[in-house]
T-cell receptor, first 110, second 115 residues
Framework: AQRVTQPEKLLSVFKGAPVELKCNYS??????LFWYVQYSRQRLQLLLR??SRESIKGFTADLNKGETSFHLKKPFAQEEDSAMYYC????????????FGGGTRVLVKP | GAVVSQHPSWVICKSGTSVKIECRSL??????MFWYRQFPKQSLMLMAT?????????EQGVEKDKFLINHASLTLSTLTVTSAHPEDSSFYIC???????????FGPGTRLTVL
């Protein structure tokens, strides 16, 4: 079974400070990991995925298979980063359906 | 591109009635769509995978006779909540997948309130 854990329900940081959202997963095979973001009153949208290995809106995430983690990081948080962030996992063996973590709410204070 | 719409955006109904929610991929075709349920301040829980031209695959614990899914075309999937009860009140979200990229695009959600 696949499982995604986001230990922090809320992260509050000041503008310009670094922010790191933790994500740990459990899956015996080779998963694909994603970060989705949901801004206030907007739909869920893809932020980044591990296979693309790119930085989106200043965010990066590295898949660490040894620690089964996919933490999301940004060195300098901005107020517009305030949103709900979900880590998700999919696997070919499971029909590529997404399993979401519980979500982390990020609040960036001015 | 890759826009998914849902209709209605919100609905209020009486207990015992049935409610149909539509999910459309507006500018692409999707052989696979997904239906999720989201309770307040909680994450998305997958209810079922909707496959065009075949029966939906339901997650464990989801009543298939309660939540009827029809994926009649490559751009439309519908979720019908039959004999709705107050405990069915929730936010229902669909997504449509572009298989080539294994990427899901999400609809804006439908808020169902059963009185």
């Amino acid at each position: 079974a696949q499982r995604v854990t986001q230990p922090e329900k809320l992260l509050s940081v000041f503008k310009g400070a670094p922010v790191e959202l933790k994500c740990n997963y459990s899956y015996s095979g080779s998963p694909e990991l994603f970060w989705y973001v949901q801004y206030s009153r907007q739909r869920l949208q893809l932020l980044l995925r591990h296979i693309s290995r790119e930085s989106i809106k200043g965010f990066t995430a590295d898949l660490n298979k040894g620690e089964t983690s996919f933490h999301l990081k940004k060195p300098f948080a901005q107020e517009e980063d305030s949103a709900m962030y979900y880590c998700a996992l999919s696997a070919i063996a499971a029909g590529n359906k997404l399993t979401f973590g519980g979500g982390t709410r990020v609040l960036v204070k001015p | 591109g890759a826009v998914v719409s849902q209709h209605p955006s919100w609905v209020i109904c009486k207990s015992g009635t049935s409610v149909k929610i539509e999910c459309r991929s507006l500018d692409f075709q999707a052989t696979t769509m997904f239906w999720y349920r989201q309770f307040p301040k909680q994450s998305l829980m997958l209810m079922a995978t909707s496959n065009e031209g075949s029966k939906a695959t339901y997650e464990q614990g989801v009543e298939k006779d309660k939540f009827l899914i029809n994926h009649a075309s490559l751009t439309l999937s519908t979720l019908t909540v039959t004999s709705a009860h107050p405990e069915d009140s929730s936010f229902y979200i669909c997504s449509a997948r572009i298989d080539t990229y294994n990427e899901q695009f999400f609809g804006p959600g439908t808020r169902l309130t059963v009185l």
